[in-house]
Protein backbone atom coordinates (compact mmCIF):
# COMPACT_ATOMS: atom_id res chain seq x y z
CA UNK A 1 0.00 0.00 0.00
CA UNK A 2 2.12 2.93 1.40
CA UNK A 3 5.69 3.24 1.90
CA UNK A 4 5.55 2.55 5.30
CA UNK A 5 4.35 -1.05 5.37
CA UNK A 6 8.23 -2.02 4.03
CA UNK A 7 9.66 -0.32 6.85
CA UNK A 8 9.87 -2.87 9.85
CA UNK A 9 10.78 -0.87 13.37
CA UNK A 10 11.04 -3.89 15.26
CA UNK A 11 12.93 -5.97 12.62
CA UNK A 12 15.31 -3.51 11.42
CA UNK A 13 18.88 -4.61 11.75
CA UNK A 14 20.68 -2.58 15.20
CA UNK A 15 24.44 -2.23 15.07
CA UNK A 16 24.31 -2.55 19.05
CA UNK A 17 22.71 -5.69 18.92
CA UNK A 18 25.21 -7.60 16.35
CA UNK A 19 27.13 -10.43 17.36
CA UNK A 20 30.08 -8.28 16.25
CA UNK A 21 30.51 -6.40 19.24
CA UNK A 22 33.26 -8.00 22.24
CA UNK A 23 30.64 -10.34 24.36
CA UNK A 24 27.54 -9.72 26.48
CA UNK A 25 26.83 -7.18 28.54
CA UNK A 26 27.14 -9.59 31.92
CA UNK A 27 24.66 -6.76 34.16
CA UNK A 28 23.11 -8.46 37.10
CA UNK A 29 18.90 -8.46 36.16
CA UNK A 30 16.08 -8.21 38.43
CA UNK A 31 15.81 -12.27 38.60
CA UNK A 32 19.62 -12.95 39.61
CA UNK A 33 20.91 -13.75 36.22
CA UNK A 34 23.00 -12.31 33.89
CA UNK A 35 22.14 -9.80 31.08
CA UNK A 36 22.67 -11.22 27.91
CA UNK A 37 22.03 -8.85 25.45
CA UNK A 38 25.10 -7.79 23.43
CA UNK A 39 27.55 -4.96 24.14
CA UNK A 40 27.15 -1.69 23.05
CA UNK A 41 30.66 -1.38 20.59
CA UNK A 42 33.00 0.17 22.73
CA UNK A 43 30.87 -0.20 26.24
CA UNK A 44 30.85 -2.28 28.49
CA UNK A 45 27.44 -2.90 28.67
CA UNK A 46 24.29 -3.19 26.66
CA UNK A 47 22.39 -0.13 25.79
CA UNK A 48 19.94 -0.90 28.65
CA UNK A 49 22.86 -1.18 31.45
CA UNK A 50 24.58 1.91 30.92
CA UNK A 51 25.73 1.45 27.45
CA UNK A 52 23.33 4.31 26.08
CA UNK A 53 24.72 6.92 23.46
CA UNK A 54 25.89 10.14 25.80
CA UNK A 55 26.00 7.61 28.96
CA UNK A 56 28.77 8.05 31.35
CA UNK A 57 31.63 9.36 32.50
CA UNK A 58 33.17 12.31 30.10
CA UNK A 59 36.17 11.51 28.02
CA UNK A 60 39.82 12.20 28.94
CA UNK A 61 41.07 15.10 31.18
CA UNK A 62 37.33 16.34 31.89
CA UNK A 63 36.69 12.56 33.37
CA UNK A 64 37.68 12.35 37.49
CA UNK A 65 39.84 9.77 37.32
CA UNK A 66 41.93 11.39 34.51
CA UNK A 67 45.56 11.37 35.88
CA UNK A 68 47.80 12.30 32.52
CA UNK A 69 47.83 10.78 28.75
CA UNK A 70 49.50 7.57 29.26
CA UNK A 71 46.18 5.67 29.87
CA UNK A 72 43.73 7.27 27.41
CA UNK A 73 42.00 5.28 25.02
CA UNK A 74 44.36 6.38 21.76
CA UNK A 75 47.70 5.98 24.19
CA UNK A 76 46.31 2.19 24.73
CA UNK A 77 45.04 1.55 21.25
CA UNK A 78 48.88 2.88 20.38
CA UNK A 79 50.60 0.26 22.51
CA UNK A 80 48.26 -2.05 21.66
CA UNK A 81 49.42 -1.66 17.97
CA UNK A 82 52.62 -1.62 18.90
CA UNK A 83 52.74 -5.13 20.98
CA UNK A 84 50.85 -6.69 17.61
CA UNK A 85 54.05 -5.06 15.45
CA UNK A 86 56.44 -6.52 17.67
CA UNK A 87 55.21 -10.10 18.13
CA UNK A 88 54.75 -10.43 14.53
CA UNK A 89 58.31 -9.16 13.82
CA UNK A 90 59.11 -12.04 16.31
CA UNK A 91 57.14 -14.40 14.57
CA UNK A 92 58.73 -13.06 11.16
CA UNK A 93 62.06 -13.89 12.81
CA UNK A 94 61.51 -16.97 13.89
CA UNK A 95 60.57 -18.38 10.54
CA UNK A 96 63.65 -17.06 9.29
CA UNK A 97 66.32 -19.14 11.99
ZN1 LIG B 1 22.59 -5.37 29.91
Not at 15 to 22: A, I, R, V, Y
Not at 45 to 65: D, I, L, T, V
Request: some cysteine.
Amino acid sequence: MSLKSKAKPMQSPDPTLSPSSQGRCGAKTRNGSRCRTWRVMGKRRCRMHGGAPGSGAPKGSRNGSYKHSGFTCEAIEERRALREMVAEFRDMAKALW
